[in-house]
């Protein structure tokens, strides 16, 4: 009888120990993820703010010219 409750208490345990381990492992998981997530999103961001700054290149090229020329005008550089 002994025998048998201590063979039931063995396995009880090692059940436990493999959910805690799989829970674990479970996590660790998740925050991999998260941060594969937060990486391509950052990427898709960056390509545009690239694409954005290749298509607009010519006004924006304007634009900081004309800034550059009013700030010299404004300090007789």
């Given at each position: 009888m002994l025998e048998r409750i201590n063979t039931w208490i063995m396995?009880?345990?090692l059940r436990q120990e493999n959910f805690t381990h799989e829970l674990k492992q479970t996590i660790k998981n998740q925050r991999g993820a998260g941060a594969v997530e937060?990486?391509?999103?950052?990427?898709v961001i960056v390509t545009m703010v690239?694409?954005?700054a290749a298509?607009?290149?010519?006004?924006?090229?304007?634009?900081f010219?004309?800034?550059?020329a009013?700030?010299?005008e404004i300090f007789g550089i």
């Open positions: 396995k009880l345990y937060y990486a391509l999103v950052i990427a690239v694409a954005a298509v607009m290149r010519e006004p924006l090229e304007a634009f010219k004309a800034i550059i009013k700030v010299r």
